[in-house]
């Protein structure tokens, strides 16, 4: 069935480091691809999206490319803040199925 | 101005008994979902609805019955409450029924069964 995988967290990092968390999908045909952040004690907001191959979802300061050849969809930014420690998950959904299809999230901790 | 909101917040209860969650949303999308989020932070779908007609039932025990009574508002009723519902539960919403859509979501309720 279809899959989503990321990276194991917890993930540490200090401010303005250069941040990637790897998420790859198993599927058959083409999805779309979200990234959902997850601030403590709260729901979950998208980031960013990209509904076909190549496209480039971007917010914040955040990236992800949809790589159909490799199934990636990783969220990178080039200098993270204290503000951005939260959960990170990649999700899928795919036309007429409606419900995503999470990874298991990534726990994200910027120390100053 | 909440997008999606969810009452109560937090819920505290005892094995056996019977509560519901409530779900609205102001944005005036078709379709409504709940999803459950474990202890280790895991989601999965449960249900979903679209004007007010379920679409999604995602093998949960029929303990839970979802409700839709309009659009704007999706409701979760769960009897029997047992230990393993503690988790918390997510309601959603989107424009429409596709597969592009941004689903947006509420604040959760955390429910711990005792």
């Known amino acids: 069935g279809d899959s989503v995988t990321q990276m194991e967290g917890p993930v540490t990092l200090s401010e303005e480091a250069f941040l990637t968390i790897n998420c790859t999908y198993t599927a058959t045909g083409y999805p779309s691809l979200f990234w959902y952040v997850q601030y403590p004690g709260e729901g979950l907001q998208l980031l960013l999206k990209?509904?076909?191959?190549?496209d480039k979802g971007s917010n914040k300061g955040f990236e992800a490319t949809y790589r159909k050849e490799t199934t990636s969809f990783h969220l990178e930014k080039g200098s993270v803040q204290v503000s951005d420690s939260a959960v990170y998950f990649c999700?899928?959904?795919?036309?007429?199925?409606?419900?995503?299809?999470f990874g298991q999230g990534t726990r994200l901790t910027i120390n100053p | 101005d909440t997008a999606v909101s969810q009452t109560p917040k937090y819920l505290v209860t005892q094995m056996g008994n019977d509560k519901s969650i409530k779900c609205e949303q102001n944005?005036?999308?078709?379709?409504m979902y709940w999803y459950k989020q474990d202890s280790k932070k895991f989601l999965k779908i449960m249900f979903s609805?679209?004007?007010?007609?379920?679409?999604i039932n995602e093998t949960v025990p029929n303990r839970f019955s979802p409700k839709s009574p309009d659009k704007a508002h999706l409701n979760l009723h769960i009897n029997s409450l047992e230990l393993g519902d503690s988790a918390v539960y997510f309601c959603?919403?989107?424009?429409?029924?596709?597969?592009?859509?941004?689903?947006?979501f509420g604040p959760g309720t955390r429910l711990l069964v005792l």
């Open positions: 959603a919403s989107s424009q429409k029924i596709s597969g592009g859509e941004t689903q947006y």
């Open positions: 999700a899928l959904v795919f036309q007429g199925a409606q419900k995503l299809v």
């Open positions: 990209a509904t076909k191959a190549d």
């Open positions: 609805y679209n004007n007010k007609e379920l679409i």
């Open positions: 944005l005036g999308h078709d379709t």
